[in-house]
């Protein structure tokens, strides 16, 4: 006779985790023009079998899918001993307009799961979570993990999404001859993870340039949230990099000219934040404008681009008219 | 520093705009509860005498009843599937339609029917030429050493081997008064005492620099690792494009003289419930065990597409089936006592 339940299984812990950490590093993908969507699409399809997201309206934009990687290393916490977990941390590629780069990676920390390390298959049945076997307080890890103070054995997912961002190096459509002079910048985000409240958050600009993002939030809207720290590491990396063209302009003379044609045919069709935002971060992010002002900011800066190159080329028109009259 | 909290007026209104292509499409499977593994032999052993091929078939009939009789199947009628891995993959001699002649022939004078024959080397590479072992071999995930890593190691694996854990380590120190130190292995996951295994997924015979097709084409899989792909594809786990990795063909009645024109799954009994499942079992003799041990270990890292396991999950609870979440756990063995 066959049975029509199964034996009592064994205790099932609750995988619903109390916090929520994420980084996403942002970059120049290293060729001269952006990728086509169609190739965008085979590079990024970074596990065989599984095709990319994408979209195509009003930015193009391709999603890779998600990738994981073992964790045993300590969090970082604002007071007290550091946890040690074990488990995974899931990542994936995004690139926009085929030419921004991010690697986005995030780990759902589970708080008193177990005391020790179990074997690794029961960790591989719940992927993209780590477990905490010490105690912590929730607070303590988001603000500790914020504080990012690199340290041996500390989690360090910035170096997760660089990974994968460096995972696009071998891509033969990638000539490795950008124009533009960026640098890679790096968004850090915690979420604390309560089902019952108004989601409620604020974003801090630290002196070392990285954009901190905090939020309470319930578990849904989790993908909505990673979705719009990721829009947010993209436009503050672009207001960065055109910022620093700008910059490097005003030095470099006679490259001035090559510095800003640079700039303005790689970034000045992009600003668009609110292209992917989703719905329920709307709120959020006309706040975060309001007073953070990061589109005003990117039309100032992109006037005076674009008011330099009128000027430079006037001025270079005049120099040659001068000397048919001489 | 800005804060801000949510002022969630009213509902937002339902988009005017969408797009989202997400081009995988995970296939709803029939599946049964139980796929059973009716017995294995290496190819020399099925061109040799029957009368051992017999016996074994008789041995595996008695633990077939029991598990029928022991299946999980919520609130429907249990449904049950057997099927019989040709050991094709490491040698194969073009006498097929004999082989697969006296193999029904023996099982059922036995009272085991085969439902599914599959091939070995199917699941290396597929009759349509698809790398069906890379999927498995891109989707391994090694452990974290512990207090170790801390997310920014590569997670491949380009040795060709899977362990889990540190292995043992030896080293000869100039030093005529500690000649050598040595340190024992370690299971990453260990319950006390360790048990280390290493576990050789494939042999790589292409020259370094070699392009990768070139490689692929001359990797030779150790017989675990295609072991490994068959539990993954019997359980539904092992996709391609959200489509099994390997599929099955009805018997159109005549066997092809060479193995490599075979189907890769063929049905070869019509009234067959589902070839997939929600869990299987494996009856074979017990020298086979250290392999199946290292099936484990393999399965034990194999990173699921979350898409295909919500699906499963999804449809074992409308049919109220209770399955493991760790896969390993979905797969049991028998080991029949004695010899071959």
């Not at chain 1, 929520?20 to 970059?27: K, M, S």
């Not at chain 1, 974003?203 to 720290?229: I, T």
């Not at chain 2, 194969?92 to 024959?117: F, H, K, N, Q």
């Not at chain 2, 699941?123 to 920014?152: I, N, Q, S, W, Y």
Request: glycine share 6%; with cysteine.
């Amino acid at each position: 006779m066959a049975r029509p339940v199964a034996p009592s299984s064994e205790t099932t812990s609750p995988h619903q985790p109390q916090v929520v950490l994420g980084a996403v590093t942002t970059g120049l993908l290293n060729t001269s023009e952006p990728l086509p969507l169609d190739a965008a699409r085979q590079a990024l399809a970074l596990v065989p079998g599984v095709e990319a997201d994408w979209r195509q309206y009003p930015v193009e934009q391709v999603v890779s899918p998600d990738l994981y990687l073992g964790l045993d290393c300590r969090l970082a916490v604002s007071s007290g001993s550091p946890p040690r977990i074990i488990g995974t941390a899931r990542a994936r590629a995004v690139l926009t307009a085929g030419h921004f780069l991010q690697g986005s990676a995030r780990v759902d920390v589970l708080l008193g799961a177990s005391k020790r390390r179990l074997p690794w298959s029961h960790y591989m049945a719940h992927t993209g979570v780590a477990e905490a076997i010490n105690k912590a307080r929730p607070a303590d890890i988001v603000t500790g993990f914020l504080e990012d103070r690199p340290a041996k054995s500390i989690l360090d997912l910035g170096n997760t999404g660089a990974h994968v961002m460096s995972l696009l190096d071998e891509v033969p459509q990638i000539d490795r001859r950008a124009r533009l002079k960026t640098q890679t910048h790096r968004l850090l985000w915690a979420a604390l993870v309560q089902e019952d409240v108004e989601p409620d958050g604020h974003v801090e600009a630290g002196d070392d340039g990285v954009f901190r993002v905090q939020m309470s939030m319930p578990s849904e809207l989790l993908p909505d949230f990673m979705e719009m720290c990721e829009i947010l590491a993209l436009h503050h990396w672009l207001l960065a990099a055109l910022k620093n063209a700008f910059d490097r302009s005003s030095r470099t003379g006679p490259s001035a000219e090559r510095e800003l044609e640079a700039a303005l045919s790689y970034l000045g069709h992009v600003w668009n934040p609110k292209a992917h935002l989703p719905h329920a971060m709307r709120w959020f992010w006309d706040a975060l404008e309001d007073a953070a002002q990061l589109s005003w900011e990117w039309q100032t800066t992109l006037t005076r681009v674009r008011d330099k190159v009128s000027l430079l080329t006037r001025k270079a028109i005049e120099e040659t008219l001068l000397r048919e009259v001489l | 520093m800005v804060t801000y909290t949510s002022s969630q007026a009213a509902e937002p209104p339902a988009p005017v705009f969408s797009e989202h292509h997400r081009d995988m499409a995970v296939k709803q499977l029939s599946l049964s509860h139980l796929s059973v593994e009716v017995g294995h032999f290496y190819m020399e052993d099925l061109e040799g005498d029957e009368e051992p091929i017999l016996t074994q078939f008789e041995r595996v009939k008695p633990w077939l009843e029991a598990a029928k009789a022991s299946v999980i199947s919520g609130d429907s009628k249990p449904r049950v599937s057997t099927c019989f891995l040709i050991d094709d993959y490491f040698q194969s001699w073009p006498d097929a339609p004999e082989i697969m002649e006296r193999l029904l022939r023996l099982s059922m004078r036995a009272g085991v029917t085969i439902d599914y024959v599959a091939r070995e080397s199917a699941c290396a590479r597929r009759k349509d030429g698809f790398a069906v072992a890379e999927l498995l071999a891109t989707r391994l995930l090694e452990e974290p050493e512990p207090d170790h890593d801390t997310g920014g190691r590569p997670p491949t694996i380009a040795t060709g081997w899977l362990s889990n854990g540190r292995p043992a380590r030896q080293a000869t120190i100039l030093n005529a008064m500690e000649a050598h130190t040595w340190e024992a292995p370690l299971e990453y996951g260990k319950r006390n005492h360790s048990i280390y295994v290493d576990v050789e997924l494939w042999r790589d015979d292409a020259e370094p620099g070699a392009d990768r097709e070139d490689a692929l084409s001359r990797r030779q899989y150790s017989c675990p690792f295609l072991a490994a792909v068959w539990q993954l594809v019997r359980l539904g786990l092992l996709r391609k494009d959200g489509i099994p990795a390997l599929e099955v063909t009805d018997f159109d009645g005549e066997w092809k003289a060479e193995w490599s024109h075979f189907p890769d799954i063929i049905k070869v009994n019509p009234n067959a419930a589902p070839f997939y499942a929600y869990q299987s079992l494996s009856i074979m003799p017990q020298n086979f065990l250290p392999i199946e041990t290292a099936v484990r270990n393999i399965v034990d890292h194999f990173v699921f597409e979350r898409d295909v396991m919500a699906k499963l999950d999804r449809r074992a609870q409308q049919e109220n089936v209770s399955v493991p979440d760790v896969i390993s756990q979905r797969m049991s063995h028998h080991f029949l006592p004695g010899g071959k």
